[in-house]
T-cell receptor, first 112, second 114 residues
């Protein structure tokens, strides 16, 4: 039973560029949430997708956007990258919006 | 003030010790409380999940929630070197509602020395 898978595992981008991160949820899960984890910090909620719609959003600017596909997989897009966007980006899936989250191993984004 | 406060450590203990990890929070509306374990270069792994106040035990792990004090704890008995990781507390107001998002502490780095 495959867990949450994320790609790529590592990414290096230049300030001002755009990036797309991908996530496949755990088998049987239909809800995907994205979190940003800066070094030495706990994960911070970015947004959640359910039924291909953004259901809730954290305190992140519009440069952060996402999408959920009919097969429940999801993408996180970040435009106009800033040095401060360097972090581990975690995808988490759940069955509906009312069950515990299962996390992937994340994508480590470095912005230079 | 952060909604969830957690001592970042590091906490170093000898193998076999009892470990106590704690978080305090300010939002009395939190109802669900979780502990995640995160190994280096890995994503968080759900360890314990409790609803409201009380204790929950799972093997060597015990989670306690005291809503009156806004304080949660995770106890690890007979700690092993393989328990060395960052432990994150997390909480949520209401699954499926308008506040359906996990709020995490900063994590406590635990090292169990053989």
């Amino acid at each position: 039973d495959a867990g949450v898978t994320q790609s790529p595992t590592h990414l290096i981008k230049t300030r001002g560029q755009q990036v797309t991160l991908r996530c496949s949820p755990k088998s049987g899960h239909d809800t995907v949430s994205w979190y940003q984890q800066a070094l030495g910090q706990g994960p911070q909620f970015i947004f959640q997708y359910y039924e291909e719609e953004e259901r809730q959003r954290g305190n992140f600017p519009d440069r952060f956007s996402g999408h959920q596909f009919p097969n429940y997989s999801s993408e996180l897009n970040v435009n106009a990258l800033l040095l401060g966007d360097s972090a581990l980006y975690l995808c988490a899936s759940s069955l509906g919006q009312g069950s515990p989250l299962h996390f992937g191993n994340g994508t480590r984004l470095t912005v230079t | 003030q952060k909604e969830v406060e957690q001592d970042p450590g590091p906490l170093s203990v000898p193998e076999g010790a009892i470990v106590s990890l704690n978080c305090t929070y300010s939002n009395s509306a939190f109802q669900y409380f979780m502990w995640y374990r995160q190994y280096s270069r890995k994503g968080p792994e759900l360890l314990m999940y409790t609803y409201s106040s009380g204790n929950k035990e799972d093997g060597r792990f015990t989670a306690q929630v005291d809503k009156s004090s806004k304080y949660i704890s995770l106890f690890i008995r007979d700690s092993q070197p393989s328990d060395s990781a960052t432990y994150l507390c997390a909480m949520i107001v209401n699954y499926g509602g308008a506040t359906n998002k996990l709020i995490f502490g900063t994590g406590t780095l635990l090292a169990v020395q053989p």
